[in-house]
Nanobody
Framework: QVQLVESGGGLVQPGGSLRLSCAASGSSVSSYTMGWYRQAPGKQRVLVAVLTSGGSNDTNSVKGRFTVSRDNARNTVFLQMNSLRTEDTAVYYC?????????WGQGTQVTVSS
């Protein structure tokens, strides 16, 4: 069982930066594939970034602006978001996956607006 708690969301102007955190308890994040997803109003939840237990990472469509990383000592995964755009506005969710076990956090709101 893994409990995930996201934090770090908020209101930021276009071009700004935020760092989201996903603090895990109950198990080590290093043994899971960790993902960041986002869901904009009226849209489906989509994958933004993934970090495997082996350390491979992919930031899909936000490559070059977002970076995913992990601090094993703090059992926390981060999503560094730079050059934010209005279309990045969404609720961001942390996800942990291993075999058939999937866990979600409660989400954190990110609003990019001037």
């Amino acid at each position: 069982q893994v409990q995930l708690v996201e934090s770090g969301g908020g209101l930021v102007q276009p071009g700004g930066s935020l760092r989201l955190s996903c603090a895990a308890s109950g198990s080590s994040v290093s043994s899971y594939t960790m993902g960041w997803y986002r869901q904009a109003p009226g849209k489906q939840r989509v994958l933004v970034a993934v970090l495997t237990s082996g350390g491979s990472n992919d930031t899909n469509s936000v490559k070059g602006r977002f970076t995913v990383s992990r601090d094993n000592a703090r059992n926390t995964v981060f999503l560094q978001m730079n050059s934010l755009r209005t279309e990045d506005t969404a609720v961001y969710y942390c996800n942990a996956r291993r075999a058939t076990h999937v866990y979600w956090g409660q989400g954190t709101q990110v609003t990019v607006s001037s």
